[in-house]
């Protein structure tokens, strides 16, 4: 169907605003640097167009009507759309990113995959900018929902509350248990039975509530190790296990770093895997830069101790690409 909005002009619009806001055509046509009389056309073909008063000239200076006020606010918007979808527009037009990649990660990870990553940008992508956020799950997953960031590396369990997000999964890792090397469990087999684990303190490396603790991604057999401490950071993790406060429990590359002198890794004897996914908005395009980052993380080659993504299982209720 035909509209006669369809033959709005940005430019008849951008003078009918002026002439809002200086209160005066005379005022307006200085602002702009052009001739009043092209001013006021504009402002004549924009009352045509929409069929209304947009301005009271009998008063001095011209007052703006009802409907008037109700079209700057369009007006406005509309303005504001085309300024959007032109800065957006330029990013292919160019090849130049306004801002840079956005990308949120969870601490356990960060360590190992970040210079991987700003390696491969560095020499792959040098014009590409990257910021790293280190955030908590949940705090990763209202940043996606709000747009605040482009991608995010986070825990696969729990999964995302929130349901809009996509998933590529990128690889599982085995859980360890940490702790100082005259500690008990120095003396059992490996790996660690769980069991005996389960008879000491344990600290947690979690981006959930401790209520939550039966989710965390560790995945604790039959729930028997309940954890007396939750942190979202390694170096906390593993200041608690070297001081002998608590058995820390982490994913793999959450230990990597780890003095030999101070602390002892080993595996936890459960078939549970961490696994590792990246995670975006679903629906929102991808700049160039974003999809550079994007594809450079999924074909990061983890660490040989960790599994690559193809022996995931990835959740059915996400958006796999």
């Not at 947009?54 to 409907?67: I, K, N, S």
């Not at 998933?167 to 085995?174: D, G, R, S």
């Not at 684990?197 to 344990?202: C, F, G, I, N």
Request: aromatic share 4%; net charge negative; glycine share 4%.
């Amino acid at each position: 169907m035909h509209s006669p909005f369809s033959a709005l002009r940005p430019d008849s619009l951008t003078a009918f605003l002026a002439v809002v806001d200086e209160g005066s055509f005379i005022a307006a046509a200085d602002r702009l640097g052009h001739p009043q009389s092209r001013v006021s056309q504009h402002v004549a073909a924009l009352e045509t167009t929409t069929g209304t008063q947009l301005f009271d000239r009998t008063r001095r200076p011209v007052e703006v009507t009802d409907a008037g006020q109700a079209m700057a606010a369009q007006a406005r918007l509309i303005l504001d759309t085309l300024d959007t979808a032109a800065r957006t527009m330029d990013t292919w037009r160019t090849g130049t990113e306004q801002r840079p990649v956005r990308l949120g990660v969870h601490p356990g990870a960060s360590a190992v995959v970040l210079p991987l990553l700003l390696r491969h940008l560095a020499e792959e992508h040098p014009d590409v900018d990257v910021t790293v956020t280190e955030l908590a799950t949940p705090a990763m997953d209202a940043a996606l929902e709000r747009s605040e960031l482009d991608l995010c590396l986070r825990p696969m369990e729990p999964p995302p509350a929130v349901r809009s997000l996509a998933c590529h999964a990128l690889w599982e890792e085995p859980v360890m248990v940490v702790y100082p090397p005259e500690h008990p469990l120095a003396s059992l087999p490996e790996p660690v039975p769980i069991g005996a684990v389960s008879a000491h303190p344990v600290v947690v490396l979690s981006g959930v509530e401790p209520s939550d603790a039966a989710m965390h991604p560790t995945q604790l057999q039959a729930r028997r190790l309940v954890p007396v401490q939750m942190t979202d950071q390694p170096h906390t993790l593993l200041a608690l296990a070297a001081a002998g406060l608590a058995v820390g429990i982490a994913p793999l590359l959450a230990t990597q770093g780890t003095h030999s002198d101070a602390l002892t890794v080993r595996r936890l004897g459960t078939r549970a895997q961490h696994g590792v996914g990246l995670y975006w908005r679903q629906g929102r395009p991808f700049t160039p830069a974003v999809r550079q980052v994007h594809t450079a993380l999924m074909s990061i080659t983890p660490p040989n101790t960790v599994t690559p993504s193809r022996a995931i299982r990835k959740p059915a209720e996400y958006q796999n690409y």
